[in-house]
């Protein structure tokens, strides 16, 4: 069986995000949106809702499972049972960071994780969290950048 985890801290879950989820779905025969917790990270919104917005935007796939984890992601990987890392790629900046972690990842799990790169589509590539966060915080019109789930 072939399973994935699509880590990130999604706060909130983005149209970015979702594109990357709902291609990589006929990919793998599991793929689970892990929302990983950082106890040092102020996030937005509390976990449960993250989860509540994650589980309501993907609820028409079945073979995605949202968990959350706190810890290294290839711990959780190893956990899970999960071959593979997905990760969505909007710009050269990301490749340049996730190119360190995919390699740090690859050796410490001794070889046992590949991570599956899936560039966002163009029209999506300039949405990210942080982007739609300050929209939030400033009273901005956010709809457009996030799935139904989100407005709510």
């Known amino acids: 069986m072939k399973i994935a985890v699509f880590p ?20 793998f025969d599991k793929l689970i949106i892990a929302i990983g917790q950082n106890s040092k990270k102020n996030y937005m919104f509390p976990l449960e809702k993250r ?4 589980q309501k935007s993907v ?12 810890g290294l992601t290839v711990d959780y990987c190893a956990k899970k049972n999960a071959q593979y890392i997905l990760r969505g790629l909007r710009n050269p900046a990301d490749f ?23 560039l ?11 982007i739609v966060r300050e929209i939030i915080a400033h009273n901005g019109d956010y ?3 996030v ?3 989100v407005t709510l």
């Open 120 to 130: 966002t589509s163009s029209g999506k590539s300039f949405i990210s969290s942080s």
């Open 8 to 27: 990130g801290s999604f706060d909130p879950i983005t149209l970015g995000h979702y594109d990357i989820i709902e291609r990589a779905v006929p990919l």
């Open 96 to 118: 340049e960071f996730e190119k360190a972690i995919t390699h740090t990842n690859r050796t410490i799990s001794h070889k046992k994780l590949e991570t599956v790169f899936l």
């Open 59 to 70: 609820e028409h796939f079945p073979n995605v499972e949202v968990d959350y984890y706190e």
């Open 147 to 149: 799935p139904e789930a």
């Open 51 to 54: 989860i509540e917005f994650i």
């Open 143 to 145: 709809s457009l950048l």
